[in-house]
């Protein structure tokens, strides 16, 4: 959103008209696009109002109902962090005796937005003009919380009395191309790192597909997944860390949450039992497969394969279970008669350490009949084989 576009929305016509759609919808658009200009409103303010109905419908994924009365830019969505994961942020700085917290990367403010809802002085930069005006508005209902626009690494952190900083560096190009070069974040990964040497207590939210070998030594690295979507990777550093450095996975279910914490070596690997366990996204990303297992006494499939084993049904949410129906070696016609002798024309197919394309093989399989079914295929011991399985 341009600077024109922001300005009329926020004068007392284009607010008046954001607040007056309807829910957005995407049919309906370009005829109520058309209907407003027909009715004498400015085309440049019902495309800048169309274009945040479009993108407070696209947030409530993320922000529930707080994104019917916040603005957006595109991208400030698309890095903006999610409502669930912003508190427990939030609540990070706040049980590290934090007061004053500086968000060098506000964005549109939804982290920000989370600090000051705990009770917590929140200084937000940002370097886009018009991202920082939005920032501003949608953090208009706190006063204590200050926007600026501005190069957040600049701050005199200490002049400010910031005692916790908090960072989110672009990890995309102009055109939406994504980074994968930290160097090339926008504020660089090095540079906000240096942070913590002047507040000690400092936070940032990154892409989760670092490799753990570029974290610092120092980090608390904490993998967290939504509703089975992994989203981020935070690092914390001092008393933001009271678990001391190492690596975790944080599972949010609903409203719940579920840490996973551990050191433990690789987990031993063993026959295919009675269930199937595939471990959350965060934590395989976390590496703590091998906690997985230790919470349903199971073992490994195999020892690179991140499906766990176990005669015993455990209900943990860290974990999805799956009851073993069958096992066979892989092979197209022996999978293939398997499924046709009962009557499978439709079938789930998972993978991990196989090069099989799902939709190739199901074009493959020619699948005829009525029933449902479930197959795994992955490595078992070394060698391909097929799990036929069902969701507990």
């Known amino acids: 959103m341009d600077s024109a576009g922001l300005a009329s929305l926020l004068s007392p016509d284009g607010w008046a008209l954001l607040a007056a759609l309807p829910p957005y919808d995407e049919a309906r658009a370009m005829a109520l696009s058309t209907r407003l200009r027909d009715e004498g409103l400015d085309p440049g303010l019902v495309a800048a109002a169309l274009t945040q109905s479009r993108l407070r419908a696209k947030a409530r994924a993320k922000l529930g109902e707080f994104a019917d009365g916040m603005l957006f830019t595109p991208a400030g969505l698309e890095q903006a962090t999610r409502l669930t994961v912003a508190a427990h942020h939030a609540r990070r700085y706040r049980d590290a005796g934090c007061t004053h917290v500086a968000d060098l990367t506000c964005g549109i403010g939804a982290d920000a937005m989370a600090f000051a809802a705990v009770g917590l002085r929140v200084l937000a930069t940002d370097v886009d003009e018009a991202t920082a005006a939005v920032a501003t508005v949608n953090l208009r209902h706190f006063p204590e919380a200050v926007v600026r626009h501005g190069d957040g690494l600049a701050l005199d952190l200490r002049a400010e009395g910031v005692d916790g900083v908090y960072a989110d560096p672009a990890r995309r190009t102009s055109s939406g191309s994504r980074l994968f070069d930290p160097a090339a974040y926008a504020p660089p990964l090095d540079a906000v790192l240096a942070l913590r040497e002047t507040v000690p207590r400092l936070g940032l939210k990154l892409g989760p597909g670092i490799p753990h070998s570029a974290l610092p030594d120092d980090a608390r690295a904490q993998w967290v997944s939504v509703d089975g979507d992994v989203v981020e990777l935070g690092l914390w550093f001092g008393s933001l860390a009271p ?45 703590l497969v091998a906690e997985a297992a230790e919470r349903v006494r199971g073992t490994l499939v195999d020892p690179t394969i991140a499906y766990v084993t176990s005669d015993e049904l455990v209900d943990d949410p860290v974990v999805r279970a799956y009851r073993v129906l069958d096992v066979m070696p892989f092979g197209l016609k022996r999978l293939r008669t398997y499924l046709r002798e009962r009557g499978v024309g439709r079938l789930t197919i998972k993978k991990r350490g196989t090069a099989v394309v799902p939709e190739q093989l199901r074009k493959q399989l020619d699948l005829r009949g009525d029933a449902e079914a479930t197959v795994v295929l992955t490595r078992v011991a070394g060698h391909q084989e097929v799990l036929v399985v069902e969701p507990v």
């Open 243 to 287: 678990e001391g450095p190492g690596r975790s996975a944080l599972v949010l279910v609903g409203d719940q949450s579920y840490a996973v914490h551990g050191t433990r070596a690789q987990a031993s690997v063993g026959p295919v039992a009675a269930y199937l366990y595939e471990p959350d996204g965060a934590v395989i990303r976390a590496g």
